[in-house]
């Protein structure tokens, strides 16, 4: 039987281990395939697809993508944060590109307003 873990996350979010890491130990837990899910981020493709080929463990390019689900309804009470995965993804699009990028700025404004 063939594993494939679909939702791994690298320390380049909140994951344990670099993407070689987590390659290799996926390698010796006979894992056939990963999907990549970093929370809000796409950095970490590029460094999987590189180990994963060298350890022939195939790479599913994906992302964990935050979302507020029903933010814009006059009752706050059907508010609530999700968090959406998608697999399979273009990682070369512009479009991903801008969302981190748009991402890392509310958070460092964010973190301006708390210190
Ligand atoms: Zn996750």
């Known amino acids: 039987m063939k ?24 390698k010796k837990k006979g894992v056939y395939a990963l999907a990549v899910t970093e929370h809000d981020s796409i950095k970490s493709i590029d460094e999987f697809l590189k180990y994963g080929e060298e350890k ?3 790479i599913i390019p994906g992302i964990e993508i935050s979302v507020v689900y029903g933010g814009l309804l006059k009752n706050k009470k059907h508010i609530f944060n999700i968090h959406l ?17 748009s991402v890392n700025e509310s958070r460092y404004k964010r973190n301006k307003k708390i210190i």
């Open 3 to 26: 594993y494939v873990a679909t939702h791994v996350h690298s320390d380049y979010s909140d994951g344990l281990y670099s993407p070689k890491g987590t390659v290799e130990l996926a």
């Open 56 to 58: 022939k463990v195939g």
């Open 85 to 101: 995965v998608g697999l399979g993804i273009d990682s070369k699009s512009a479009d991903f590109t801008r969302y981190e990028k």
